[in-house]
């Protein structure tokens, strides 16, 4: 006697939501088939079960939420008879996270697939032995495999009863069409966003248009708040990659940059001696909570930059160019779990460094730990992505579209520099600039790194 | 007599529909005005009130109680080139006449190959809320926005019940103006016209970004209330009135839906076969890939509208069910 249990679908998951039992008590299931929906604070999921038999008890009513481990439904293995279940242990403090599958799934099809499960030692005869024609045509024609059925005829012979039985129970297993509103769809073909990787938050787990924004900037939805539905089946992620529904997300996204915009880049050195000893002056005079990183005085600069040079803070739709009256500069925040979002500082260009450093560590607490607002993750009008904390120094970055440009900045160094016509050893910033040839061409880009040298040659004005 | 409304002063829906016929009597020595009680009881709702004694018995007839005779009686002085309004008591008596407007006022420019227009107004009394009962209550404006060659007007607004009446008398075929009795008493401060009421044409009543309320006469203080509830809710609701319910303008609903992308329509008609019915198709049609949620629909409860008063408000279009159809839509 088996149990499914609620799986831990991530490091991070502790509880989780049944959403809809795919299948009923006594239907044959096999290692592998979808049973259940489960829904965590990422993502809905369809769960597979790891041992085959008959469906038993369901424990745990759909809208319950359960820690991880938690029996959700007995399983009965198949070679046992449909005796009584017996009594559902207790569930176990402990997680059990199921063993992962070798590969994820492809979608179900009408087609049984090849591989045949291996008949359990001490079961009966199974029912495909000495099936008639007329049973392997039906079992063909409704994607039954016959080595998964228990023959309720005589000897335990597969009858016509039971290919419709499990022929009926297939197809509840089936995924369902995603549930999405007209204008979500619309709006997912336009993003290239997949919507079997979008949360809905609409009625009855309905993909709405929001939903689909919020994906494609990378956000993974808030979660919404538990309720009682009987959801739109999703198509199935591995459980181990929890990552996948953005990492999908992202991937489209960054196709779709690849793809649409002829990218064009440019990169200079930043002398960043004033701006560093500017810093630590600060920063000796200030108290820790006021202290400020080097980031700060980037990130200041490269909006400053973008308010003098308009034609790269915007974006690029229907053809043309639209300017955005604010700045708000998109910041790239690397996830822990994987993954990508670079949620909007508001009105960058307006604010002092210490407001500045301050929203900037709020924005990316909240950023990973998935509290972002939803202007924050559609609003950025251009993007910085800063990977000086990674050792490197020089990033040429891909553009958020529909932006037009995406700033990227290394590690300062110190480095040996001509100064004055003297050799001396000074600190320095690599910055780039992706651009959008569409919208702009090298003389713009090339005026924007300019002004962001001149802005950080000014670090008190910042 | 009673007080002239003019603009710019404080008036109600019946004085400003009562101005309207006297400037169209004034202006116009074609127009007459009949109907039942019409004449020395001022009319059935007081619109007509006063208009006898100023223009005289042969401007405004008494009718004997025969909507099919005096309606009848209305297509032929328009064929003969007058331009009468008759009025009809309510819409349920207006089935009896309806054999006229459809079979003969609707059909004779058509069968005639544009020889024979009919310019009529025909105004009546429409809808529920006053404990008339059953046989007084009922919406059937959609019945004639059913009937291709006449124009259906349903002025909700205190400007479009004193402007309306002067293009529908323009109009060369037949109009039907539906008041809604509980607008009647409707007051507030009559605007100067910025222009002629464009009788094509829907009018946005209020602006909003995040769900459409479609509606029409009397249902509009309703519509426009469940708005304010929601604005404080948070929910920035754009309210549209139809006015002509024929031909139905359906520009303006789909550029709505188009920003808002969810509509509620309320309409006090039975909702099988509505006016509503109408409108949600339209969308369905024209709005599909601009739908962020399914079409909600506000109409009566599908029985002949009771008297008791409690009954009554139960069974018909309310704000509150409004407000609930918009949070179907939006939450």
Not at chain 1, 216 to 241: F, K
Request: aromatic fraction near 4%; charged fraction near 25%; hydrophobic fraction near 40%.
């Amino acid at each position: 006697m088996g149990e499914f249990t609620m799986p831990s679908l991530g490091a991070d998951m502790d509880e989780g939501t049944l959403v809809e039992w795919l299948v009923g008590p006594g239907d044959l299931i096999r290692r592998g088939d979808p049973v259940a929906v489960i829904e965590t604070a990422k993502s809905t999921i369809e769960v597979e079960c790891f041992e085959s038999g008959a469906m038993g008890r369901l424990l745990v009513e759909p809208g319950t939420t359960v820690p991880v481990g938690t029996p959700l439904a007995l399983i009965e293995p198949a070679a046992e008879g449909r005796g009584e279940p017996e009594r559902a242990r207790k569930a176990q403090g402990k997680p059990q996270a199921p063993p992962a599958p070798e590969h994820a799934r492809p979608a179900r099809t009408s087609k049984p697939s090849p591989a045949r499960t291996p008949v359990p030692s001490g079961g009966r005869d199974r029912g495909h032995v000495g099936a008639g024609p007329l049973i392997r045509r039906l079992a063909e024609q409704s994607g039954v495999d016959l080595t998964a059925l228990d023959g309720s005829g005589p000897a335990g012979r597969v009858t016509r009863a039971d290919i419709e039985r499990a022929a009926a129970a297939t197809t509840a297993a089936r995924p369902s069409r995603i549930r999405a509103t007209p204008l979500a769809r619309r709006r997912a073909a336009e993003l290239g966003v997949d919507l079997s990787a979008v949360t809905g938050t609409g009625k009855d787990s309905a993909i709405r248009a929001e939903d689909v924004s919020k994906a494609a900037s990378g956000h993974a939805a808030a979660p919404p708040p538990p309720r009682r539905t009987t959801a739109a089946v999703r198509a199935s992620h591995p459980p181990e990659d929890q990552a996948s529904g953005m990492r999908q997300v992202i991937a489209r996204l960054m196709t779709r940059a690849n793809r649409d915009i002829p990218h064009y880049y440019l990169s200079t050195t930043v002398d960043m001696a004033t701006a560093m000893d500017w810093l630590h002056d600060h920063n000796r005079r200030s108290p820790m909570s006021e202290r400020l990183l080097p980031a700060a005085l980037l990130l200041k600069a490269a909006a400053l930059a973008a308010h003098e040079v308009p034609e790269l803070n915007g974006f690029w739709t229907d053809d043309r160019f639209a300017a955005a009256q604010d700045i708000h500069l998109g910041v790239a925040v690397s996830l822990r779990g994987g993954g990508l979002v670079a949620p909007a500082l508001h009105r960058a260009d307006t604010l002092g460094l210490p407001e500045l450093m301050t929203a900037l560590k709020d924005l990316v607490s909240r950023a990973r730990t998935g509290r972002l607002r939803g202007s924050e993750v559609s609003d950025a009008t251009i993007t910085v992505t800063h990977l000086g904390d990674q050792g490197v120094e020089t990033v040429f970055g891909v553009i958020h579209p529909p932006q037009v440009a995406l700033v990227g900045f290394g590690r300062v160094v110190d480095r040996p520099c001509a100064v004055d016509g003297l050799l001396g050893v000074r600190p320095v910033v690599t910055a780039t600039l992706s651009a959008d040839h569409r919208a702009t061409d090298g003389a713009v880009g090339a005026r924007y790194l300019t002004t962001l040298d001149r802005l950080l040659q000014n670090p008190e004005k910042l | 007599m009673n007080a002239v409304a003019t603009e710019g002063t404080k008036t109600t829906y019946r004085e400003a529909m009562r101005e309207a016929l006297r400037e169209a009597l004034r202006s116009d020595d074609r127009v007459f005005l009949m109907g039942e009680d019409v004449g020395r009881y001022g009319g059935c709702f007081g619109v007509s009130l006063g208009l006898l004694e100023e223009f005289g018995p042969d401007r405004v007839r008494d009718t004997p109680l025969s909507e099919s005779a005096f309606v009848g009686a209305g297509i032929g002085a328009a064929l003969a080139g007058m331009r009468p309004v008759v009025e009809i008591m309510t819409v349920n008596f207006s089935l009896l006449a309806l054999d006229q407007l459809l079979n003969n006022a609707a059909t004779l420019l058509h069968m005639s190959g544009g020889q024979l227009p009919v310019p009529l107004v025909i105004r009546m009394t429409t809808g529920a809320g006053r404990q008339l009962a059953a046989q007084h209550s009922h919406s059937l404006e959609g019945f004639y926005a059913h009937i291709p060659g006449i124009r259906v007007l349903a002025p909700a607004t205190l400007e479009d019940a004193r402007h309306m009446l002067a293009p529908a008398l323009a109009d060369p075929d037949p109009v039907v103006v539906f008041e809604h009795g509980s607008l009647y008493n409707a007051s507030g401060e009559l605007l100067p016209p910025t222009a002629p009421v464009d009788l094509d044409h829907a009018a946005i009543r209020r602006p909003g970004t995040d769900i459409s309320l479609i509606t029409y006469g009397g249902s509009l203080p309703k519509a426009r209330a469940a708005a304010d509830e929601l604005a404080a809710e948070g929910i920035d609701a754009e309210v549209i009135d139809l006015r002509t319910l024929r031909p139905l303008d359906g520009a303006t609903v789909t550029a709505s839906v188009a920003r808002t992308h969810r509509a509620v329509i309320v309409d006090e008609a039975w909702r099988t076969g509505s006016l509503a019915a109408e409108v949600s198709a339209r969308i369905a049609e024209e709005s599909f890939y601009d739908l962020d949620a399914p079409v909600e629909r506000v109409c009566s409860a599908e029985v002949p509208i009771p008297y008791a008063r409690q009954l009554e408000e139960a069974a018909l279009p309310q704000t509150a069910d409004i407000v609930a159809a918009a949070h179907r839509a939006v939450d």
